[in-house]
């Protein structure tokens, strides 16, 4: 079977199954022994098969080890097959002077998903607006020299190194991930 989700994302953490958990989506989406999710995106068409093949709890936050096939994400050039294999990476690529007006984050999941997070002025941060991921932020830090990610509801936050002050080539720089104690 496969379950129906909707959204303008290419992934799954911006359309209605992250938005709306339980209720954002129609049908079943494991199938098999192996426990293989298949998602079909109704808005878009795009397919999305997820098999988690090992994991890690502890204390803190936890690690798995997901592939991810989807038939329309972002992913780099030298990965024309569209499958990603092992921990959830994500990356963040930044365009534009760091903290300034008109400055931008773009953000990737490692199902595929892309979200834009536009720079605050007000704030000093850069906020999403779309989707599972509206009112997430992004943050400078300047004493690690780190690009912090706070999710808007998450228990998590995750750093990406910015080495320099123009945008990385690539897939992007890896955002890494602890507990959240505050904020």
């Known amino acids: 079977m496969v379950a129906l989700v909707g959204g303008n994302s290419l992934g799954l953490s911006l359309t209605s199954l992250a938005t709306l958990?339980?209720?954002?989506?129609?049908?079943q989406a494991l199938q098999g022994r192996n426990g293989e999710a298949a998602y079909v995106n109704v808005a878009n068409g795009n397919v999305i098969?997820?098999?988690?093949?090992?994991?890690l709890v502890g204390r803190g936050v936890g690690f798995a080890s997901v592939r991810t096939y989807n038939s329309e994400g972002d992913f780099p050039p030298n990965n024309p097959d569209h499958w990603l294999l092992g921990a959830s990476p994500r990356t963040a690529k930044r365009s534009g002077t760091l903290n300034a007006a008109g400055s931008y984050v773009t953000r990737s999941d490692q199902d595929g998903a892309t979200s834009v997070y536009a720079f605050d002025a007000g704030r000093g941060l850069y906020v999403s607006t779309a989707g599972g991921g509206a009112y997430d932020t992004i943050q400078y830090d300047a004493a690690s020299t780190n690009l912090v990610w706070k999710p808007s509801m998450a228990m998590a936050r995750c750093r990406s190194p910015t080495a320099t002050a123009r945008p990385p080539k690539g897939p992007g720089s890896p955002l890494r991930c602890s507990a959240r104690t505050s904020g």
């Open 21 to 27: 958990g339980q209720r954002g989506y129609w049908g």
């Open 49 to 55: 098969l997820q098999d988690r093949d090992d994991q």
